[in-house]
């Protein structure tokens, strides 16, 4: 049977015991019977007195509700926005959403020729690219950035909190701007981006944050105190914001990779990094791609919240030679 | 007139409410105890607690207030334990509901002197989404299935009354600036504070169309009012129940024939101005259940104060303001006075009882001698109209 819409409310506040937030709406047939029906929050923004659809009964643990499927035609493209996407793990990331049809916000405090070259990669894949100027750890930049982002691109479905530096030193010789530093655009600049895209994601019912932590987060890591408890911080950030945000239809997962392919791991003196592979059971470096890969998956997989993956080629389960 | 079975008239003799407050620091039961033994010293010639035979206590929910069995404790507080007593609940209408009870025993002569107390302590609830999860078990069990809060109910009938009408999220907004202005007059409303229609369209929605500011607040208050069937006795002034009605609608908005009606007011509205042979034009002030922006819209209409589809335009030309002809909740209302849900209607009964009483003070009504309460449960599947005069 076909029902019309007649009157429906966006709810923008979760309701228990539910923890989610929906759209509730009068639909009524042909013969003037009226239903009170749910709809998902993804047609936040797109429903209209008027629209057709069917009604499913849908089960849940807190009991069978009605679930009305709109039929809208229009299809949706779906935007991630990738901080410090230009390069390395970042454009890795970028590029894989491309390939799944993507819309790619590349936001970075650089633009040169590496930038062109990402950006003409993900077009290869037939969807738009855009760039936005972003300092993660100004909150007048992060916000400006993702008005851009959603000026052009319409809407943010995915945050991925990848800019990061790092300033190595062993305490005794860390300055306090370089803790500062790796805090500021590592923690800080998640917390900030998170807190921009909120509004958005909200507003189109839902969306996933994803942050790139990292195996030191989780074991530390000599030399690198500011960059280990960045990135261990970003593990509270992402196990609260989790649970903060759920009820919005946003989910949180954070990323742990070991040490990858990149410019930032190449940095470290060879003799180091041998070391550090031996002690390891898949002695390597993880691929960007590799990487870029599993944020695909925890983004589509829906199951997947509050958690931190790492990729690591067995890192974590290692035993200590020293 | 058909109410032959009710010989006595019945009026208010004394009341007495606390602050309404977002947190109180006392425990439900202090409340209830301090506006029991408060109420009895608000009356002009005294009145001793033996003389009161009828105790009827309001309160939505126990999971505001963590308090059940109440009647008994309040016959304690006022140290007599010889009363009867029970507690009602009727949703948010629930201390109207006890309002019309204890009216109806004492005119029809089975009670003497009741003392009504309404109470409700949200605050006892840690989350506001626990709160709105207790609130949804007023909806009807189609819209509860649905998981709808409130907030969403009164949204569809916004939607329909607003595409029907053409009234804008602003005309709301001017409901919710007139009621905060009204509450800074009021020493008793919980917030005292002007806004602006700008505060309103900028608040977060909640459930669209509705902003957070189209809301009443979540509550703490208690209030206790006295009824007599012999009220001479007790003082020279008393403030008299000429019309009162409890009527229902369907619990669920979307089976209603008009979603943009408020049904059972409208036919309560109607039962109390026949019984008390007075129209809308003869009310000198109105406190009625604004516990949504569009409530108090589509209420104009109902009571009779607006011509169906016009009720919006009474807020633009400022006809229901403090200084207009036919002010509309010059307490505050619900939405600034705040809305403890089983203190709410009681409150209301107080509130036109003062100020025909004239001891209003700031928020005084001049020469106010017949006031109108209305008060209802859910998203209106109940509603209790009462029309008091001196």
Not at chain 1, 81 to 105: M, N, P
Not at chain 1, 125 to 143: G, L, Q, R, W
Not at chain 2, 80 to 86: D, I, P, S
Request: glycine content about 10%; aromatic content about 8%.
């Amino acid at each position: 049977m076909v029902w019309k819409v007649r009157v429906f409310s966006e709810l923008y506040t979760a309701v228990e015991p539910y923890k989610s937030t929906y759209i509730v709406a009068v639909v009524e047939n042909e013969n003037g019977e009226r239903r009170v029906v749910r709809v998902s929050s993804r047609y936040f923004g797109r429903l209209k007195p008027g629209v057709e659809g069917e009604i499913r009964e849908e089960w849940t643990v807190f009991g069978t509700v009605p679930v009305f499927i709109p039929r809208l035609e229009e299809k949706l493209r779906k935007v991630v926005l990738v901080t410090g996407g230009s390069r390395g793990i970042g454009a890795a990331i970028a590029l894989e959403f491309a390939k799944h049809g993507f819309d790619v916000v590349v936001a970075d405090v650089v633009q040169d020729a590496e930038t062109e070259k990402t950006l003409e990669a993900l077009r290869s894949f037939n969807v738009n690219a855009y760039f936005v100027y972003m300092d993660v750890s100004k909150s007048e930049s992060v916000h400006k950035g993702v008005e851009e982002a959603v000026k052009q691109a319409g809407r943010i479905d995915v945050l991925v909190n990848n800019a990061g530096v790092t300033r190595d030193a062993y305490l005794e010789r860390m300055r306090e701007e370089d803790w500062d530093t790796v805090l500021n655009i590592n923690l800080k600049g998640a917390f900030l981006c998170s807190k921009a895209v909120l509004p958005v994601m909200k507003r189109i019912g839902g969306g996933v944050i994803v942050n790139i932590s990292s195996i030191v987060g989780i074991l530390g890591n000599i030399g690198q105190v500011n960059y280990a408890a960045s990135k261990a911080g970003m593990i509270g950030l992402t196990k609260t914001l989790a649970k903060e945000l759920a009820p919005y239809g946003i989910r949180v997962v954070a990323i742990a990779p070991g040490f990858a392919k990149t410019r930032m791991a190449l940095a470290v003196p060879q003799g180091i990094l041998q070391e550090y592979m031996r002690r390891i059971p898949i002695p390597r470096l993880v691929e960007p791609e590799e990487i870029a890969k599993l944020v695909y998956h925890v983004v589509e997989n829906e199951a997947i919240n509050g958690i931190v993956i790492p990729i690591d080629l067995g890192t974590t389960i290692s035993s200590p030679i020293a | 007139m058909k109410s032959t079975a009710h010989n006595q008239e019945v009026a208010v003799i004394g009341a007495y409410s606390t602050k309404y407050e977002a947190r109180s620091s006392k425990e439900a039961y202090e409340i209830i105890g301090e506006v029991a033994s408060g109420v009895l010293k608000t009356v002009d010639k005294g009145i001793s607690p033996e003389e009161i035979d009828l105790i009827i206590v309001s309160n939505y929910s126990d999971s505001f207030g963590n308090v059940l069995h109440t009647a008994p404790l309040v016959a304690e507080h006022i140290g007599n334990l010889g009363a009867t007593g029970f507690r009602v609940e009727n949703a948010c209408a629930s201390g109207g509901t006890a309002v019309y009870l204890a009216w109806k025993l004492l005119s029809s002569g089975l009670s003497r002197n009741a003392l009504v107390v309404g109470f409700e302590k949200m605050s006892s609830q840690g989350f506001t989404s626990k709160v709105n999860e207790i609130l949804m078990r007023t909806a009807g069990p189609e819209e509860y299935r649905v998981g709808a809060p409130f907030m969403a109910l009164y949204a569809l009938i916004a939607q329909e009354y607003m595409q029907r009408y053409g009234a804008t999220e602003e005309d709301l907004a001017l409901v919710a600036v007139k009621n905060h202005e009204n509450a800074t007059r009021n020493p008793l409303a919980q917030l005292q504070k002007k806004i602006t229609v700008e505060d309103v369209l900028k608040s977060p929605y909640i459930a669209k169309p509705l902003k957070l500011f189209d809301a009443s607040p979540l509550s703490d208050g208690a209030v206790a009012l006295l009824l007599s069937s012999t009220p001479r006795r007790y003082t020279d002034t008393p403030v008299y129940i000429r019309g009162i009605s409890l009527k229902h609608d369907h619990p669920s908005v979307h089976k209603r024939s008009d979603m943009a009606a408020l049904e059972a007011a409208r036919l309560a509205a109607e039962e109390a101005y026949r019984m008390s042979g007075l129209t809308a034009r003869d009310m000198d002030l109105f406190e009625v259940h604004d516990a949504f922006t569009i409530a108090e819209i589509i209420l104009y209409e109902m009571l009779g104060l607006a011509a169906r589809g016009e009720g919006y335009k009474l807020v633009r030309e400022g006809v229901t303001s403090f200084s207009g002809s036919h002010p509309v909740n010059p307490s505050g209302g619900l939405k600034a006075k705040g809305h403890p849900i089983g203190a709410t209607g009681v409150g209301m009964v107080a509130e036109v009882y003062w100020q025909l009483r004239g001891e209003a003070g700031a928020r005084q009504v001049n020469g106010a001698e017949v006031g109108l309460v209305e008060n209802h449960g859910g998203t209106g599947g109940t509603s209790v109209v009462i029309i008091l005069a001196r």
